[in-house]
């Protein structure tokens, strides 16, 4: 036990920054998602719109939408 050194304070500042990293880029990556998933909804024919509910009107107002919002 004597040549064990005591790391829990420095185990903290890892995870303080990596938890500010994730805080900084979590809207680039929800703005990525939005975008990604707004692609594979442009891609949908009529028949899978329908099995989700939404009309060619809804897809058309989504799509209109900025990554960000």
């Not at 929800?30 to 897809?59: F, M, V």
């Amino acid at each position: 036990m004597k040549g064990l050194q005591d790391v829990s304070t420095a185990s903290t500042l890892p995870r303080a920054h990596s938890h500010l990293l994730r805080r900084l880029f979590r809207p680039l990556w929800q703005g990525l998602e939005r975008a990604r998933t707004r692609r594979l909804l442009a891609q949908l024919a009529q028949r899978d719109l329908a099995d989700l509910g939404l009309s060619h009107a809804d897809r058309l107002r989504e799509l209109e939408k900025p990554f960000w919002r």
